[in-house]
């Protein structure tokens, strides 16, 4: 009887730490990303929804080593996407020494072409069930 | 006769049994002690959209959001009806927040000691009292709703600019493009700024967003490779503002042209990206409240939104004329 209710508590104290994080049913997406066969330092990637699903999630991530990945709680629902990357690199000599960060920022170039970044025409399906794995090579 | 003693496994069932039960309570604890520093929070940035429509009242239009980058944004123009008159009155407004210059004509004293001061009623007290070491500026947490895109300033001043690349269009949307629109609050340089009057808001001000959140980030040195996130400094016109192109909380990073590119915060929890050279500006609404973030509308009530808000009625109520049907829920 002291072993039942002991368990008991267990189970009671398991169920307590058990909320659900995602109620939309968000799934994991993850790949990676190539500039002219090299993997990508580091960079960003976003998709935006561009499909009829009527759940609209938005969601993104940055690319670390040529690859990214965003977990389940924080990813999509299943349909259709928008991507768009960017890989950003310091201007050279744009940054001022000693200027007012304020009034002085320095600049970046995008080095991902215009067919994956500004005007992307890259488009990826999420479903549910499968491993949504989007490799890009640019 | 026999003296009665507990056995040592009974002591150590006892001891268990207290200790499982202190555990189940210490969260719940700590989740009465959030919930009540989220309903200051809520106090907040109530009376900042009730001070707005003081202001209305007075002025016929709401304050502008930001008036050039670093020139009396709504966070000072709102001083007045805050009950912070006599502090507002010792600050020469036709100079930048971090001009320490004396000029003739002027004695008014340094305009920045106003962005050194701790407000209480512009910080969250899920955040801190912290202290940005570049310049010792107090970064604070509410910021005012500028619409649902991105913003650009190409030529470096006009912070009226929408960013005009993909997914933004300004006619309308085909496949999933967002129609950038302005909201409740105009940014702008020093000859664009401008207060919206109420009538200007079409979508309904209930259907429209007025304030939200943002995290206090800090500056530590300007020396490039240290961390400069000025997210919550809301005396300066690119972070008074957030817009409702992200989702509360989104994974996706905060941009500020080149002045946001390392943040001091947890990266991944509050994620910062850096912007193209065409002075990209896209700060999100966020917050440490678990699960969302506090809002204002328009109307002066405010909501708890949840960080799995859908994203085309989260944009919808940024903006303020874009006739979107919108269930408040």
Redesign the interface.
Same mark, same amino acid.
């Given at each position: 009887m #002291?072993r039942f209710s002991?368990l008991l508590?267990l189970f009671a104290?398991a169920v307590?730490g058990c909320t659900n994080s995602n109620?939309?049913g968000r799934l994991k997406i993850e790949g990676e990303v190539s500039l002219g066969g090299q993997p990508v330092k580091s960079g960003?990637i976003?998709f935006?929804?561009?499909?009829s699903q009527t759940?609209? +999630?938005?969601?993104?991530?940055?690319i670390t080593d040529g690859k990214y990945s965003?977990p389940a709680e #924080?990813g999509l629902v299943a349909g259709e996407y928008?991507v768009?990357i960017?890989i950003?690199e310091e201007?050279a000599g744009?940054?001022k020494e000693?200027a007012?960060?304020?009034?002085a920022?320095?600049?970046? #170039?995008?080095l991902v072409p215009p067919e994956f970044?500004?005007? +992307?025409k890259q488009k990826v399906t999420v479903e549910k069930g499968k491993a949504n794995k989007f490799d890009f090579k640019m | 006769m026999k003296r009665y003693a507990f056995t040592l496994v009974e002591l150590l069932?006892v001891i268990a049994?207290i200790g499982?039960l202190i555990? /189940?309570l210490l969260p719940a604890v700590q989740a009465a002690r959030e919930a009540a520093r989220r309903m200051s929070c809520s106090d907040n940035i109530k009376n900042i959209v009730l001070a707005a429509h003081n202001y209305h009242d007075t002025w016929k239009m709401l304050p502008p959001g930001g008036y050039g980058?670093?020139r009396h944004q709504w966070s000072l123009l709102l001083m007045p009806f805050i009950e912070q008159q006599a502090f507002y009155s010792t600050v020469n407004i036709n100079r930048n927040y971090?001009d320490n210059t004396k000029d003739a004509g002027f004695d008014k004293g340094n305009v920045d000691t106003f962005a050194r001061q701790r407000f209480k009623i512009y910080t969250c007290p899920s955040d801190g009292d912290y202290d940005s070491t570049?310049q010792t500026h107090k970064h604070h947490n509410y910021v005012c709703c500028a619409g649902n895109a991105c913003i650009a300033n190409p030529d470096g001043s006009n912070l009226t600019t929408f960013w005009t690349?993909?997914?933004f269009r300004s006619t309308p949307p085909e496949?999933?493009d967002?129609v950038a629109l302005g909201g409740m609050f105009a940014m702008g340089s020093a000859n664009q700024g401008r207060g919206i009057k109420m009538t200007e808001i079409s979508d309904g001000t209930s259907n429209t967003l007025a304030f939200s959140e943002t995290v206090q980030g800090y500056?530590d040195k300007?020396d490039?490779t240290s961390p400069?996130d /000025?997210r919550g400094l809301i005396w300066?016109g690119?972070a008074a503002y957030f817009t409702g192109y /992200?989702?509360p909380n989104?994974?996706?990073?905060d941009v500020a042209?080149?002045?946001i590119?390392k943040t001091s915060l947890d990266?991944i929890k509050y994620?910062v990206?850096?912007?193209?050279?065409n002075?990209e500006h896209r700060l999100s609404s966020r917050g440490y409240h678990p699960g969302g973030v506090q809002t204002a509308n328009g109307d002066g009530s405010g909501t708890f939104r949840s960080n799995?808000v859908?994203?085309?009625?989260w944009r919808a109520l940024s903006s303020a004329n874009g006739a979107e049907k919108v269930s408040a829920n």
């Open positions: #002291k002991l508590l104290v307590c109620p939309q960003s976003e935006e929804p561009a499909g759940e609209k +999630t938005q969601s993104g991530g940055s965003i #924080k928008r768009r960017s950003m201007v744009s940054k000693g007012d960060p304020m009034s920022g320095v600049q970046y #170039k995008d970044g500004s005007s +992307t | 069932v049994i499982v555990a /189940l980058a670093v971090n570049y690349n993909y997914p496949d999933g967002v500056w300007n490039g400069n /000025l300066w690119h /992200l989702a989104s994974p996706v990073g042209h080149g002045y590119t990266p994620p990206g850096v912007a193209a050279a002075h799995t859908n994203v085309d009625v």
